[in-house]
T-cell receptor
């Protein structure tokens, strides 16, 4: 079967750092994606990991450990506009993305 | 590039009516996906196409749902008859021929309300 787990909600303070974890069990693995989704909008691509390690992209970084079925998204220097849902998604076979339920992040002043 | 285009943005219909959602993928993208998003179930994959051919429709909830892709630039998702539990946001997404660094590009979605 396929299962992707991430926390439902998180809160953080403007300017701080937050880490959103994701664990997965899937049949086949072709990469792990993180998407950001603001309320009422479509998901937008943030990051992609296919090999173990850390990928850094500006204020956002994403880490993958394939042996542990684990990833995290790290957001630095948080801004109010980072308040959104963050979706972990795994690509199994056939280019098929399965999404986790998402983590709602609230950034407070 | 105009991105993935969906229509309508909002649809309100009465139970029992037929609903048709439309999607135009990004030109050159060989994969097209239909997702449904609700608070309870999150983003669920309904069906996807590769080169206009349906590859996996295991996520289609019932026979009331059907999807077609008559050509590379157009797809429809039809619900007939619609029911209140079908109320959700329906997203269409497209991607290039293989999983790559950019994942899928999503359309703006169609918010469907069945009353």
């Amino acid at each position: 079967g396929q299962n992707i787990d991430q926390p439902t909600e998180m809160t953080a303070t403007e300017g701080a750092i937050v880490q959103i974890n994701c664990t997965y069990q899937t049949s086949g693995f072709n990469g792990l994606f993180w998407y950001q989704q603001h309320a009422g909008e479509a998901p937008t691509f943030l990051s992609y990991n296919v090999l173990d390690g850390l990928e850094e992209k500006g204020r956002f970084s994403s880490f993958l450990s394939r042996s542990k079925g684990y990833s995290y998204l790290l957001l630095k220097e948080l801004q109010m506009k980072d308040s959104a849902s963050y979706l972990c998604a795994v690509s199994g076979g056939y280019n098929k993305l399965i999404f986790g339920a998402g983590t709602r992040l609230a950034v407070h002043p | 590039d105009a991105g993935v285009i969906q229509s309508p943005r909002h649809e309100v219909t009465e139970m029992g009516q037929e609903v048709t959602l439309r999607c135009k993928p990004i030109s050159g993208h060989d994969y097209l996906f239909w997702y449904r998003q609700t608070m309870m179930r999150g983003l669920e994959l309904l069906i996807y196409f590769n080169n206009n051919v349906p590859i996996d429709d295991s996520g289609m909830p019932e026979d009331r749902f059907s999807a077609k892709m008559p050509n590379a630039s157009f797809s429809t998702l039809k619900i007939q008859p619609s029911e209140p539990r079908d109320s959700a946001v329906y997203f269409c997404a497209s991607s290039r021929d293989r999983v790559n660094n950019y994942g899928y590009t999503f359309g703006s979605g169609t918010r469907l309300t069945v009353v």
